[in-house]
């Protein structure tokens, strides 16, 4: 799936509180250990974003979109 917010909504904080209601969803599920997302780098790339949301890249690539993690232990 694509995770994405308007372009007249970013900066708002939206963002920062659904992926934060995401995170910790994710956390009470039995046995879920990561979090990974992937991102097209370049202009408009949400991987700052991530990584303020503490996500890690991974060196993964897949078809030109790079991976991040977020160890939820």
Do not use: C
Request: proline residues 4%.
């Amino acid at each position: 799936w694509r995770y994405m917010i308007d372009a007249k909504y970013q900066g708002k904080g939206y963002g920062r509180s659904a992926i934060n209601l995401l995170v910790d969803y994710v956390k009470t599920r039995p046995g879920a250990k990561e979090l990974l997302v992937t991102y097209v780098p370049g202009e408009g790339s949400p991987e700052k974003f991530y990584e303020k949301a503490g996500f890690v890249n991974t060196g993964v690539e897949h078809d030109g979109e790079w991976e991040m993690k977020l160890t939820l232990e």
